[in-house]
Structure formats: C-alpha cells, structure tokens
C-alpha cells in the first residue's frame, strides 16, 4: 500500500511517503533551534511551530514521492504518546486530509513506530523479536510477537530515559541540546575507559527484581559528583573523556540487557529504535555482544531513528497489509497512549 504518515509528537513536524517497505519521500520541519537556548522542549512553541509547517511539510514529501493525495491509500499519523497540543496538529491535520481526500485514517502509537521504522532499512521484521526502545522519553525492551497487534513490555526505566540521560550529562559539561549528539562526537575523541561510572541495576539484587529495566539517574548523580569535584579542585574537566566514559555506561547496560533478554525469550532478532538508536557507540557495543549468541542486530540509520514522519508511515503500511480497522475520525490525540497500544 501507498501510506502518508504523519508525526509532530515533539518537536519535529515529519511528513512520510512509502509504498510498502519502501521510503519514498520523508520531509522534516524541526523547531529544535527555538528550543535550544531553553535546554528543553517548549510545549507552545512547538505547537505554533508545527502549526506554520504542517502544509508546507506535506507539500514537500508530495512533491518528493512525485504523488498526490488522491493517490495515497491511507493516512496514518502519531495519535500519542506525547506533548498533548503537539499531538493536537498533527491528528487535526490527518483528519482533514483523511476526510477532503477520503482516504481511510490510522492513529498509531509514536512508539511502536519508532520500532516499524527498520522495515523501511531492513525489510519485514522476524517475529517473534526483542525491540530495545531508547528515546527522548522512553526506555524500554518490548517482545514483539506480532508488531500489527502490540507488544509485550518486558522491562522499563525506572528513572530517567536513555535519551534524557544524555541530555542532562550533555548540560553539565557544556554541550548543546539535544544532547546525543554532542556527546556521541565527544566520546569519539575520548577513553570510554578512563571513568568508571556506574552500571544502574546490574548488581545481583538488582537482577533479580530488575532483570530488565533501567536507571540512569543514578550515572547522572555520578557523572555531576565527578565533574564537581575536578571544578572545585580547580581541574579542567576533560570533557571528552567524560562523554565517553559516560557513553560506554549507557551502551554497556543498554546492550547487555538488550541481549539477555534475547536470550531469556529464546528470539535471534533484536531490533534498536529511537532517538538514542543513532548513537554510533551503541551500535557497536549491541553488534558486539549479540554476534556472540548468534542475534541479529536490526538498527535503521541515523536519520530514521529520531522522531520522522516515516516511521508513521511505516507502521501504518504494516497495519494496512495486516488487514487492520482503521481509526474513527474522532480519534483523540492521546497525550499518555500506553505502549502496548499500536492503533488508537
Ligand atoms: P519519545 O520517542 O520517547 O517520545 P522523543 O520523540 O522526544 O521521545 P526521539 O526523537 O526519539 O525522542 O529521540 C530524541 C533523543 O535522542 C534525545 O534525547 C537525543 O539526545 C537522543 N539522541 C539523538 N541522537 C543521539 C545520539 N547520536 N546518541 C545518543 N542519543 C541521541
Ligand atoms: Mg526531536
Ligand atoms: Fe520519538
């Protein structure tokens, strides 16, 4: 099927185009910069932003795939989870479009799409598989038996997300936001092994009530005392090094974790999606850990990891080829749509 996504979760108005497992065209508007100098998303500004890029957005990926509205057969868009007035735009939007061009509307969950993407890189996704979620918001290791119809969550942060993580660490040592991708340049020219910071939840107690969730607040206390201590003692902070010392930490549990589970459920797939999903380390560590055991690791590239419209695209194609109902046309934007919901 032809299927137009569209997403404005957060800061970034995306417009997607595929034909089956096929990107056609995935045009970006992100009002990241108006945010910037507030070190975090602003909830109006994005919404007014999404406001002033909606119809261009669309033109463009219109424009790209070389087809028209009338040509598409369905229209999906991200119906949460969220920044509620975010959500608001994108899901009036697809409604209006959903009814001027009469094509039928699939709300879907922002989540399971950040996972839907890699059919675009990779083609159909084996299932049964473990998809590790790592993102602005959510960190999670989801068993995905049949992706059309929701996932199972197996573990989740019990603090900060992943992505949150290095936005905070990326504040104290001076980085822009986001974050990720700062420190992700950092570390390059950093020694991962410099610091040892620890490893949240790893610990034997900690394994056997938290086999597979997360913390990462517990890093960024250390990763502040760290940086403290050198500025009180008058020390230049060797940002470099911290960035990677840090990295390793985060990559370090994110895979482990990523491939017991993999184990644990007996599934050789294990899919990476999310904004943190870029990170170059990550990558590396998870390929690393999983060739052991004989695990694929699925990451799509970088760009298809942060928020897109493509990713919308993607699971709404999946959902129409599963012979899925499509959204009433009074389908709520959903601020707090749980994860194991795909289709709202
Ligand atoms: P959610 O998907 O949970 O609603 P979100 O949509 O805001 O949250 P994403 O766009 O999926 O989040 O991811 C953004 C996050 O990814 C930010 O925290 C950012 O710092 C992080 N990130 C982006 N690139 C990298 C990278 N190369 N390394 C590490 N983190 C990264
Ligand atoms: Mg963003
Ligand atoms: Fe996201």
Known sequence: PLVLGIETSCDETGVGIVRGHTLLADAIASSVDEH???????????????????????QRALDTAGVTLADVDAIAVTAGPGLAGALLVGVAAAKAYAVAADKPLYGVNHLAAHVAVDTLEHGPLPEPAVALLVSGGHSSLLLVDDLASGVTPLGNTIDDAAG?????VARLLGLPFPGGPPIDRAAREGDPASISFPRGLTGPRDLERHRFDFSFSGLKTAVARWVEARQRAGEPVPVNDVAASFQEAVCDVLAAKAVDA????????LVIGGGVAANSRLRVVAEQRAAKYGITVRVPRPKLCTDN????????SHLVAAGAQPSSLDLPADSAMPLTVVTG
């Open 36 to 58: 910037a100098r507030f070190g975090g998303v602003v909830p109006e500004v994005a919404s007014r932003a999404h406001l002033e890029a909606m119809v261009p957005t669309m």
């Open 262 to 269: 993999c184990r644990t459920s007996g599934v050789e797939t």
């Open 164 to 168: 949150e993580a290095f936005d905070k």
């Open 309 to 316: 419209g493509a990713m919308v695209a993607a699971l709404g």
